[in-house]
């Protein structure tokens, strides 16, 4: 069940997406979990199944991986939340980088430098791995749905088979009823 979502609702919105914006190392795909956290868990605005389906939705669509972030915008508060979720998350996140890409470029020698972009793979590889459990949550009770989330998993870390063939393979699966 959903919250109805209020225009005063905005501001906040707008404001959580600028602090995950600063939080999203490795891209906004790494915070899903707390924007599944905030958006179904904590206002209710989007149940777990819209949520995954917009999710699953953008990524399926041709272009940039962010734009997950304006479907579930749009799904919570039509246009203005697409705006809303969408400048909250490319803001800060944008001016950061090009910052700090110039002065990481100009220090990329240094030891601190180094140590600090070797650290960031492994905390970039857990949030990818809690943005895929939480993805997951509509499929748990589905054995189908998880050998086939198992099975999409050993295939892309052990092939460079394209993903959008695992997007098929699913989609397959799901219309003939296996997931």
């Known amino acids: 069940m959903t919250v109805p979502f209020h225009t005063a609702d905005l501001l906040p919105l ?12 490795g891209g906004a795909i790494t915070t ?8 179904v868990g904590e206002q209710h ?6 949520f995954t389906a917009s999710v699953a939705l953008a990524q399926a669509a041709p272009g940039p991986n962010v734009l997950f972030v304006a479907v579930l915008g749009y799904n919570v508060a039509g246009l203005p939340g697409a705006f809303v979720t969408m400048a ?3 803001l800060p996140s944008t001016t950061l980088a090009l910052w700090a890409t110039r002065w990481g470029r100009s220090r990329r020698e240094t030891r601190g430098v180094r140590a600090f972009t070797l650290g960031l ?13 939480v ?12 050998l086939l989330v198992g099975l999409s ?9 394209s993903p959008m063939w695992l997007v098929a393979l699913g989609a397959v ?3 003939a009823g296996y997931a």
């Not at 793979?121 to 459990?133: C, E, F, K, R, V």
């Not at 998993?153 to 088979?161: D, F, G, I, N, Y």
């Open 88 to 90: 909250g998350i490319m």
């Open 121 to 133: 793979a492994p905390l970039t590889l857990g949030l990818l791995l809690a943005t895929g459990w």
């Open 135 to 146: 993805l997951t949550e509509p499929a748990r009770d589905s054995p189908g749905a998880m």
């Open 173 to 175: 699966a799901g219309a």
């Open 32 to 39: 899903a979990p707390d924007m599944h956290r905030y958006l």
């Open 45 to 50: 605005w989007l149940t777990d199944a819209q």
């Open 153 to 161: 998993t050993v295939v892309m870390a052990r092939t460079r088979l």
């Open 14 to 25: 707008f404001l959580h997406f600028v602090m995950l914006s600063l939080l999203a190392v």
